[in-house]
């Protein structure tokens, strides 16, 4: 699934550990996400949302 | 943006010392076992081995990949590869009994032992899936 985790990180000048952190994941987990490689769960996902001010489909994108 | 975000995630389920400890139990388990049946060196030798396991689980704390595994630095990520891992051995477990159990039987043998094991495995097998129906 598409998102914007990587480029709203790096607005924000968080490291992966930072943001990881703040989540209650690990850094791999964040590396995943903005690799696409992983889709979190629903949670996660809000919780990111919410972390930068974003609404959930502001972050993550299925239809692209 | 929020000063912080709340936790989503069961972190950690496991502590720093579940893996080696399980693996050395498991060797000790063997080590009683064989001992009981009459072989006490390769009741040894099986657990020298899962000891060997057991100190290069906890030396490659500093591995992210064995934390998560292990349950130090566990999270949801960890916990779906762990579901599907576990998942995927028990696929392996499943063919190899089936094979041994179908080897049992062509060589004149009842293949009780597998027998048991596979009936077992199948009824674990519908329990959990009525068990998780019923909370999923």
């Keep these: ?64 | 943006m929020r000063a912080e975000g709340r936790e989503t995630t069961q972190t950690p389920w496991r502590g720093r010392w579940w893996l080696p400890i399980w693996t050395a139990g498991l060797g000790v388990v063997m080590l009683v076992a064989a001992a009981l049946g009459g072989d006490a060196v390769a009741g040894l030798v099986i657990a020298a081995s899962f000891a060997v396991a057991a100190v290069a689980f906890a030396a490659a704390e500093r591995t992210e990949s064995l934390r998560g595994i292990g349950g130090v630095d566990g999270d949801e990520r960890f916990a779906r590869i762990e579901v599907r891992s576990m998942a995927a051995a028990g696929r392996v477990m499943a063919v190899a009994i089936v094979a041994a159990w179908a080897y049992e039987l062509s060589q004149g043998d009842d293949g009780g032992a597998f027998t048991w094991i596979l009936g077992l495995g199948a009824i674990g097998y519908v329990a959990a899936m009525v068990w998780l129906r019923g909370r999923t």
Aim: proline residues 3%; negative net charge; charged residues 35%.
């Design chain 1, 1 to 64: 699934m598409r998102n914007e985790v990587r480029k709203l990180r790096a607005e924000a000048g968080l490291s992966q550990q930072e943001l990881g952190d703040a989540m209650g994941v690990s850094r791999q987990t964040i590396n995943s996400i903005e690799k696409e490689r992983y889709t979190p769960s629903l949670p996660l996902a809000l919780n990111l949302a919410r972390y930068f001010s974003k609404r959930v489909e502001e972050v993550f994108d299925d239809e692209s």
